[in-house]
T-cell receptor, first 111, second 116 residues
Framework: GQSLEQPSEVTAVEGAIVQINCTYQTSGFYGLSWYQQHDGGAPTFLSYNALDGLEETGRFSSFLSRSDSYGYLLLQELQMKDSASYFCAVRDNTGGFKTIFGAGTRLFVKA | KAGVTQTPRYLIKTRGQQVTLSCSPISGHRSVSWYQQTPGQGLQFLFEYFSETQRNKGNFPGRFSGRQFSNSRSEMNVSTLELGDSALYLC???????????????FGEGSRLTVL
């Protein structure tokens, strides 16, 4: 089967940098994506890494190491509005394509 | 372009009843995935449809079923409801299977089901 591990909660201060790690186990790995979800809202796509390395999109960056089955989301210059849940997700092709999500990391940004 | 639309947004059912949820994907998207979200459990994959065919199914009992129509709209059905089925049911669409090369899924606001 497939499994993903990420921390359940992270707390950081406004203006700081925070890194959310994700490790995964799957036999049909195609890529790792990240989603943000505010309370009561829909998950929204942040980034996708299919190849090793760092992808940067504004204040957010995402990294993937396929050999280590590991990735992370880096949030810089934290703002209060970044307080949300962040999910890593694996695009997997075991028995057909599907996207499997981790349990999510709740980020609290303090003033 | 309109986003993913899910109906109804909220519903309350009693144990033993059945429920049908609807999802209209973004125009042009042929892939629709369904997820169950409960507190602390993340998003649990239910199934994915692409061009009217179920391409993959998660680890849920047979009470959970779905289908996709020729216009890519999708429905999921839960029969013989149990208390544990109370959850937010999310639908996501993409132009290719499971997000394709971009990996991007577009989610609807969800249908919140409460089973009493």
């Amino acid at each position: 089967g497939q499994s993903l591990e990420q921390p359940s909660e992270v707390t950081a201060v406004e203006g700081a940098i925070v890194q959310i790690n994700c490790t995964y186990q799957t036999s049909g790995f195609y890529g790792l994506s990240w989603y943000q979800q505010h309370d009561g809202g829909a998950p929204t796509f942040l980034s996708y890494n299919a190849l090793d390395g760092l992808e940067e999109t504004g204040r957010f960056s995402s990294f993937l190491s396929r050999s280590d089955s590991y990735g992370y989301l880096l949030l810089q210059e934290l703002q209060m509005k970044d307080s949300a849940s962040y999910f890593c997700a694996v695009r997997d092709n075991t028995g057909g394509f599907k996207t499997i999500f981790g349990a999510g990391t709740r980020l609290f940004v303090k003033a | 372009k309109a986003g993913v639309t899910q109906t109804p947004r909220y519903l309350i059912k009693t144990r033993g009843q059945q429920v049908t949820l609807s999802c209209s994907p973004i125009s042009g998207h042929r892939s629709v995935s369904w997820y169950q979200q409960t507190p602390g459990q993340g998003l649990q994959f239910l199934f994915e449809y692409f061009s009217e065919t179920q391409r993959n199914k998660g680890n849920f009992p047979g009470r959970f079923s779905g289908r996709q129509f020729s216009n890519s709209r999708s429905e999921m059905n839960v029969s013989t409801l149990e208390l544990g089925d109370s959850a937010l049911y999310l639908c996501a669409s993409s132009d290719q299977a499971s997000g394709g090369a971009s990996g991007e899924l577009f989610f609807g606001e969800g249908s919140r089901l409460t089973v009493l």
